[in-house]
């Protein structure tokens, strides 16, 4: 059983990788197909970079929650080793999250205009990140809220910047992510049993 386990995660990974292989090059060949010329040389690979922010926490965060809830289903719970990685997960991946989408709101310095106009466009830019950010703080030792939160936090950003088929890519990169942190936060919740001081001492 252990090894019929092992070899569906180590094929699960394997497909995973491969996805967002794929879905990186994708968004590298739109970004030189849109405008060529303009394109340099380190250009994708920054773009790379950035872009392995969201895709690696989509593409993880799937692993994670598919390999928890078929060792839920198969032994009735997830492994104390499993629920520390489905604890922090969600947390670790809002942080990063919030972090890639605020580099969006820098955008707003490359503009011709007054100081005090940058610095408020900046702040208006920034409204969804901060937004997170509180989101995040509530949600921090409540994963019952993070996980309300964030899936309405995903469901307000399909909201607004999915509006037609251009925008589809903003579903890989924004809301699917946002998504599975909300679903992190319910395993976390439902699937992780709480450890107190008493029960880790009576353990050791």
């Known amino acids: 059983m252990d090894t019929q386990r092992s070899r569906f995660n180590r094929v699960l990974l394997i497909v995973l990788i491969v996805l967002y292989v794929l879905s990186l090059a994708a968004f590298n060949y739109a970004n030189w197909a849109a405008d060529p010329e303009f394109m340099e040389w380190w250009m994708p690979l920054v773009n790379s970079m950035l872009l392995s922010i969201p895709l690696v926490l989509l593409y ?13 289903k198969a032994l009735g719970q997830v492994s104390p080793r499993l629920s520390r990685i489905i604890h922090w ?21 490359s503009m011709d205009a007054p100081p005090l106009e940058l610095l408020g466009g900046f702040l208006i830019h920034s409204i969804p990140s901060i937004g997170m950010l509180v989101l995040l703080a509530f949600a921090w030792k409540r994963p019952a809220v993070g996980f309300v939160a964030f899936l309405l936090a995903g ?14 890519p903003n579903l890989l990169i924004f809301v699917f992510p946002i998504l599975l942190i909300a679903g992190l936060f319910y395993a976390d919740w439902k699937w ?12 050791t």
């Open 60 to 72: 993880g965060s799937i692993y994670v929650l598919i390999v928890a809830w078929r060792e839920r």
């Open 192 to 203: 992780v049993r709480p450890q107190f001081p008493g029960q880790i001492s009576a353990v």
């Open 89 to 109: 997960a969600p947390r670790i991946a809002a942080i990063l999250l919030i972090f890639f989408i605020s580099l969006f709101s820098l955008d707003v310095f």
């Open 155 to 168: 469901a307000l950003f399909a909201f607004f910047f999915v509006r037609n088929v251009d925008s589809l």
